[in-house]
């Protein structure tokens, strides 16, 4: 099955950083790359999104905080977040949307604690 792939999940002190990387390298197309997030407390949301053309999006709660860039050519998106909170707590996911079909991650843990 075709799917993207996370790497970067880990354990980060309030106030830290941590980088997640998400690769799908083989599809050719790729639209939206979106990152999501399910926590404990607010279910799966969109934490931010970087169009084909380099558009962001981003959740108002990271605004600030986190980064998305994107390689279009190595179908590869990265997450920069500092500034970590425990709220950052969760499974992160990967979604690439290719020819209207989304496809998913399996997710990376992070976890924010003292």
């Known amino acids: 099955q075709i799917h993207p792939m996370e790497h970067g999940g880990g354990l980060a002190q309030p106030g830290g950083s941590l980088s997640l990387t998400c690769t799908m390298e083989?599809?050719?197309?790729?639209?939206?790359m979106t990152w999501y997030r399910r926590t404990l407390g607010s279910g799966r949301e969109l934490v931010a999104q970087?169009?084909?053309?380099?558009?962001?999006t981003y959740a108002d709660s990271v605004k600030g905080r986190f980064t998305v860039t994107r390689d279009n050519a190595g179908n590869t998106m990265w997450l920069q977040m500092d500034n970590l909170k425990p709220e950052d707590t969760g499974v992160y996911y990967c979604?690439?949307?290719?020819?209207?079909?989304?496809?998913w991650g399996q997710g990376t843990q992070v976890t924010v604690s003292s």
């Open positions: 979604n690439a949307e290719w020819s209207g079909v989304l496809y």
């Open positions: 970087v169009s084909k053309d380099g558009r962001t």
């Open positions: 083989t599809i050719r197309g790729i639209a939206d």
